[in-house]
């Protein structure tokens, strides 16, 4: 999914995101969020994330980790 990062009062920054189980973060088989730079992003952090596209899987997986959806 591709999304846009921008923390108050910066410019938004362009995100390639995986939602996967294969990264250390991940425990007892829950998905993480990635960024291309193998970053892991918190729920606090994706509060900073805004959607620019994603698949129904991508959105359906989000809304079971009790992420939100918002959509440009």
């Known amino acids: 999914m591709k999304t846009q990062f921008a923390l108050p009062n910066e410019e ?5 995101i995986e939602i996967t ?8 088989g829950r998905p993480v969020l990635v960024t291309e730079n193998n970053d892991v992003i918190d729920p606090m952090s994706w509060t900073f994330h805004t959607i620019v596209s994603a698949t129904p899987e991508e959105i359906a997986q989000l809304k079971a980790l009790g992420l939100h959806t918002h959509h440009i």
Request: overall charge negative; hydrophobic content about 10%.
């Open 21 to 28: 189980t294969e990264h250390s973060a991940s425990s007892h």
């Open 12 to 16: 938004p920054t362009d995100c390639d």
